[in-house]
């Protein structure tokens, strides 16, 4: 279109974990969202849970929680656990785009707490175009229960949101053919 110009650069983050199906939301990304022709900035937001330090004790039918004392050889091997991990998750994700051949410039992002909100406040603070995230494809009762990480966000950001469900799952809407209606429709 002449007298328009058109910004080619696009930053894209993708939520990654130690799960298939993020690793699947990352090719999907790669092979359908980047232009070969564009300048592309891909961002891997990986979300590092924090370690459960506490427990509750129900006393006389009151629940009181008590914050376990560690020594620091427990605090050394569960903060290497973290950045094994993350290594490990970085690691999948680097040989996923390795073979993909574009303009891609690749930054890591760690943040730690609740994923959902760590996805969500950075994707504020870094406001890319689009998110991108796989689907564990849970069921009713189970999201009902364990919440989707993916659905909040979906929610809660201003940019575009991608759900990428895996291949291998099951979970679909029923064809509108397989649904009954009272009124004879």
């Known amino acids: 279109m002449e007298g328009v110009s058109v910004d080619d650069k696009h930053k894209i983050v993708v939520a990654v974990d130690e799960s298939e199906e ?24 990986y979300v590092k849970p924090r370690p459960t330090i506490y427990s509750s004790f129900d006393i006389a039918g009151n629940s009181l929680i008590v914050e376990h004392i560690f020594s620091a050889d427990v605090i050394v091997a569960m903060e290497k656990y973290g950045t094994d991990l993350v290594n490990s998750v970085m690691k999948r ?3 996923v785009f390795r073979n993909f051949n574009s303009n891609v ?9 609740e994923a959902q909100d760590v996805i969500c ?12 995230m796989g689907s564990h494809g849970y069921g009713f009762l189970k999201r009902a229960i364990l ?6 966000c979906a929610k809660r950001v201003k940019c575009p949101v991608v759900i990428v469900k895996h291949p291998h799952d099951k979970t679909t809407l029923p064809s509108t053919s397989s649904l009954k209606h009272d009124d004879g429709f």
């Open 121 to 132: 406040d950075t994707v504020e603070k870094l406001r890319p175009d689009t998110l991108v």
């Open 147 to 152: 919440g989707s990480v993916s659905e909040h």
């Open 93 to 95: 994700a680097e040989t």
């Open 22 to 45: 993020s690793m699947h939301a990352l090719s999907w990304c790669l092979s359908n969202l980047i232009s070969h022709n564009s300048t592309t900035t891909l961002v891997l937001l």
């Open 105 to 113: 410039n690749v930054e890591k992002v760690i943040g730690s707490g």
